[in-house]
């Protein structure tokens, strides 16, 4: 149980075009999603919350017009990069909340997808 | 703020060598603390969860414990399938706040 999918797993853009990035909890609803960055050798980087049915919550730093998050549904978030650049090349993870299960407080991780901007 | 931090940054092991990872934090209020595995290129996976200091949790060969200022993961025996990240993460008590704060991780290699 507490499955959860990313798709694309990998993909390579041109810069200056757009990215989406697909969450989806397979086995559970999550009204609570979270998508992180994690750069080489480097710990998880928190960039926002994301909540079913309202807007996101962005950490500081994060562009919000830059990182749009979407959760339409108890079952897909989805992040897009807008006019992505080099710098944006990074593994993007999500993870999902059971909204549930007995531990509401675990967060449960996809598999990630790696985006790699020519 | 929140902070966590993994030590030692990594460990080689021997097939059968027991040790510990250590895992410091400072919160403000205890959620809960978390274990996570990482292989390379793959997202974390659930190891577990502990609420409240003197609270243990096993599983096959790693155990998990909690103090009020440190959590330590022992490793009994470990097998080369057992080489990851591990990573910490605390979550910090307080209305509808489910962030984690994560640490930087312990490589841990276990030569066969």
């Known amino acids: 149980g507490a499955v959860v999918s990313q798709h694309p797993s990998r993909v390579i853009c041109k810069s200056g075009t757009s990215v989406k990035i697909e969450c989806r909890s397979l086995d559970f609803q999550a009204t609570t999603m979270f998508w992180y960055r994690q750069f080489p050798k480097q710990s998880l980087m928190l960039m926002a919350t994301s909540n079913e049915g309202s807007k996101a919550t962005y950490e500081q730093g994060v562009e919000k017009d830059k990182f749009l998050i979407n959760h339409a549904s108890l079952t897909l978030s989805t992040l897009t990069v807008t006019s992505a650049h080099p710098e944006d090349s990074s593994f993007y993870i999500c993870s999902a909340r059971d909204r549930d299960g007995i531990f509401q407080e675990t967060q449960y991780f996809g598999p990630g997808t790696r985006l790699l901007v020519l | 703020e929140d902070q966590v931090t993994q030590s030692p940054e990594a460990l080689r092991l021997q097939e059968g060598e027991s040790s510990s990872l250590n895992c410091s934090y400072t919160?403000?209020?205890?959620?809960?603390l978390f274990w996570y595995r990482q292989d390379p290129g793959k997202g974390p996976e659930f190891l577990f969860t502990?609420?409240?200091a003197g609270e243990e949790k096993e599983k096959e060969r790693l155990k998990a414990t909690l103090t009020k200022k440190e959590s330590f993961l022992h490793i009994t025996a470990p097998k080369p399938e057992d080489s990851a990240t591990y990573l910490c993460?605390?979550?910090?008590?307080?209305?509808?706040?489910?962030?984690?704060?994560f640490g930087k991780g312990t490589l841990l290699t276990v030569i066969p």
């Open positions: 502990l609420y409240s």
């Open positions: 993460a605390v979550q910090a008590r307080g209305g509808s706040n489910y962030k984690l704060t």
């Open positions: 919160v403000s209020g205890l959620r809960g």
